[in-house]
């Protein structure tokens, strides 16, 4: 089928953004809580160990002057994105990658205030460095390549001038953690998972792409065809890759109807009626998938179904004949099994040109099929009412399909035909 317009994709796509940065600020802000809460806690309700892992011991305060901006903030961008996702609006792109650089700097910002109360060495093996992972990680929820990218080249930029800056380096010393290349590739470490997580962003964001398009390509079809499309004929159409065409080609008509139900609905709660059409028409529509035909419009109390059309079938009216047979016998088991609910149908069936194509308006089209075919598979179907059967086919179907058991009726007026036509009964 023809993938769907870019304009609506792209707005799904923008939409899908947004809700993926509403969760990762909403993420990120439950995790700045709970890190807040537990520092404020350590701090204030254990000053032994306070004291003894740092020097002299952090100020009961220093934790919610580190911490508690950032998690404002968060708090903040997240109802602002909010506030812009209910108008519909995206968020800029510069804003977005400003929004990166101010979040990766919660890690140095509570190295920078640990800087005055442990050495400097023990901070870099402290936990503070570490979040810079968290933000790397949580990066790949913005579904995009260079924003993961951007903020692995902040960690690692930030993680390398807080350790020039605080880290009394020796370029060749013994100890590794005084040197400048261990402190450099724990850096390049952080840029490389940046580039990771871009990877795995600009991944999630083509598998969204991909799941959309096979989306809105069933979701044509079944625009389409309707619902009652089996998966094989789904399946098809989806690998044809391009719309039905407009043209005029042979198809197969089969009409469909209860008789007497519009009666029978009148002495029955609307509920009921409802309720026995859809497990009726469920059982049918099925026959029609097994012998590859779809179901192109619901009538009432009856249908239309055709067979090689959108997808030519050769063995065309075989299928709709075998699929009539079917139906016949399923009837006659449903009237078994449920004797208060005893149904009648009357089928006709007519095979020859017709004009198919989509029709419809610009905001719902659909499948459909005209001309003297269809006219002739719907007389037809009436004339079951006339001549006491169940199955009546044309002569060109019959001339097809010979099958067993078919009485020529001769040619028989048929309304809206100024010569008659020469029709077979099958039951």
């Not at 979040?131 to 930030?158: E, H, K, M, N, P």
């Not at 792409?209 to 079809?221: I, L, M, N, W, Y």
Request: proline content about 6%; hydrophobic content about 50%.
């Amino acid at each position: 089928m023809t993938e769907a317009a870019p304009a609506p994709f792209t707005d799904a796509l923008r939409r899908e953004i947004i809700r993926s940065e509403q969760i990762r600020m909403a993420a990120l802000a439950v995790l700045l809580a709970i890190l807040l809460a537990i520092t404020l806690s350590a701090v204030n309700l254990f000053p032994d160990f306070n004291r003894r892992l740092f020097e002299g011991g952090l100020p009961g305060w220093l934790p919610l002057v580190g911490t508690g901006p950032f998690l404002l903030y968060e708090l903040v961008a997240l109802y602002l994105l909010r506030w812009r996702a209910r108008q519909d609006k995206d968020f800029p792109r510069y804003g977005r990658f400003a929004n990166a650089l101010i979040e990766t700097s919660l890690p140095g910002a509570i190295i920078l205030g640990l800087s005055n109360h442990m050495s400097p060495h023990l901070i870099f093996g402290f936990w503070p460095p570490l979040l810079y992972f968290l933000f790397i990680l949580l990066s790949t929820l913005r579904l995009d390549f260079w924003l993961s990218v951007w903020t692995g080249f902040v960690a690692a930029a930030q993680h390398m001038v807080l350790v020039v800056w605080l880290v009394p380096l020796i370029p060749w010393g013994e100890l590794p953690d005084e040197t400048l290349m261990f402190h450099f590739s724990r850096s390049i470490v952080l840029f490389v998972c940046g580039v990771v997580a871009g990877v795995v962003a600009l991944s999630l964001r083509r598998q969204f792409e991909k799941s959309f398009a096979a989306g809105a390509a069933r979701d044509r079809v079944t625009s389409l065809f309707g619902q009652h499309v089996s998966p094989a004929v789904v399946d098809r159409l989806l690998a044809t890759n391009s719309d039905p065409p407009s043209e005029t080609r042979p198809v197969c008509v089969m009409f469909l109807d209860i008789r007497g139900f519009t009666a029978q609905s009148r002495q029955r709660p609307a509920a009921e009626t409802v309720a026995l059409l859809n497990d009726f028409f469920g059982e049918m529509v099925a026959v029609i998938d097994r012998h590859n035909g779809i179901v192109n419009k619901f009538l009432g109390d009856g249908f239309l179904a055709l067979f090689g059309a959108p997808l030519a079938d050769p063995a065309a009216a075989a299928n709709a004949l075998a699929a009539a047979r079917d139906m016949l016998a399923a009837v006659e088991a449903w009237n078994r099994a449920r004797p208060q609910q005893t149904l009648r149908i009357g089928i006709g069936i007519h095979i020859g040109e017709a004009v198919t194509g989509t029709v419809g308006s610009s905001l719902r089209k659909e499948y459909t099929v005209i001309g003297d075919t269809v006219n002739l598979a719907a007389r037809l179907e009436q004339l079951t009412k006339e001549t006491g059967s169940q199955l009546l086919v044309s002569d060109a179907v019959h001339a097809l399909v010979a099958a067993d058991g078919a009485v020529d009726l001769g040619s028989l007026p048929v309304r809206g035909y100024e010569t008659p036509v020469r029709v077979w009964r099958l039951a």
